[in-house]
């Protein structure tokens, strides 16, 4: 999330190296701190094909799905579907790239080679807004499904807390 971290190993410490830790996500979130010891200690690295992933698509994905549509994906389109300028304003700063899908989307990397795609659709007087959050192809080496859903409300954390410096 366009910072650099260290995190040493066995202990496990987790600092920021371009801004002081107490202002640094990774550093302050039990969420995020949980997801880098997992990724370390359990997943694999594995490079995209280019492909993306329904959170249904990851293996265990439709046993927790209810759950993860109502942590994130209701979460980003209540949050930003009306709201479309601010949102592209946040995934810009996370270098985010432009995609074709919904009426906004973008791909970001949050780890090495680790993309999501979060897309939206504003809603109207008939329908309220909706979103999907896609997956790099490559999520399920590095993630189990329950930690994927922890990935989203991390990232949906970093995007409310960085909307008062935008």
Sequence with gaps: MQNTYTISYPEFEIHCIDKSDKDAILCNDIHAKILMLRYFSEGDYMKATGSFLSYRDLPWGEVYYRQFYGRCIMRLAKTYGNRQDVFKRLIEKLAGIRQKYGEVSY???VF???KLCFILW????EF???AQI???DNFPMAFAAEDVAYLGDVILDYMKQEEFDI
Aim: charge should be negative; charged fraction near 40%.
């Design 107 to 109: 791909e970001f990397e």
């Design 128 to 130: 309220p807004p909706s």
């Design 122 to 125: 504003s809603g109207d007087e």
């Design 112 to 114: 090495r080679e680790l």
């Design 134 to 136: 896609l997956f790099s």
